[in-house]
């Protein structure tokens, strides 16, 4: 008795991975860039920003060549960007509250 072969599995989108990678490493360094350094606060923006373009870039990919894999993973990538976006925006509310409070009460000691 002859079996069939499994037939190929469709390869991951190459932008996929790279979008969840930027994702995940924008939302650990806008975390960070809350408790210490407004700077690390830019680099997530900036890596949000490119995870959400390789995301989407990736979702369009995959949609053309249905032989591709690699869906799910797009969109984890796209709304782990936009959450790290997010965070910086809302950092960045914070610090103009801040300073819209401290020029008008002046310094609380």
């Known amino acids: 008795m002859y079996w069939a072969p499994n037939p190929p599995k469709g390869r991951y989108n190459t932008l996929s991975i790279a979008s969840i990678s930027l994702g995940i490493g924008a939302l650990v360094v806008s975390l960070m860039g809350?408790?210490?350094c407004v700077l690390f606060c830019f680099v997530g923006l900036i890596?949000?920003?490119?995870?959400?373009i390789m995301g989407l870039i990736a979702?369009?990919?995959i949609t053309r060549d249905p032989a591709q894999e690699g869906r799910g993973i797009s969109i984890a990538g796209i709304i782990l960007g936009t959450?790290?976006?997010i965070i910086f925006l809302v950092f960045i509310l914070m610090a103009l509250l801040y300073v819209l409070v401290f020029f008008i009460m002046g310094p609380i000691y």
């Open 47 to 52: 890596l949000g920003i490119f995870a959400i």
């Open 34 to 36: 809350g408790s210490s």
């Open 59 to 61: 979702l369009m990919q």
């Open 83 to 85: 959450i790290s976006v």
